[in-house]
């Protein structure tokens, strides 16, 4: 998958390696919540709703406090997919956050397949 751009030195991870970032303590107003807990949380509530994901990226500052990623998801096998942003601060830099949309990138015409409902062949579908 081809989607997320790191910068400003952040590097990308798989999601294991979120397994391994620290979380401070918290605070009397602050309560960070892990990284990983987010994408876990995130992933089992998909499931919930019978939505597959597909493919992950993920990244994270060099300091570890701020984490981003994209979540490539197939809605109940219907052929619909979809584009799901996270993003996630220790720092209170930004709060935990969510978006969706189309991927600005498509598997191959071969692979795809026509929308439910249109009468473009997979061929076509994308170009």
Known sequence: MQGLIAHRGAQLLPREALLDLATPEPTETH???????????????????????????????????????????????????LALGVRNSHDKSFSLAFTVGYPTTWPSAATSRPLRGSTRNASTARR
């Open 31 to 81: 309560k960070p919540i892990r990284h990983v807990r987010v994408v876990e949380a995130l992933i089992e509530s998909l499931g919930f709703r019978h939505t597959e994901v597909l493919e992950d990226q993920y990244a994270v500052t060099p300091d570890g406090n701020r984490m981003f990623g994209v979540l490539q998801i197939d809605v109940e096998d219907s052929g619909v997919r």
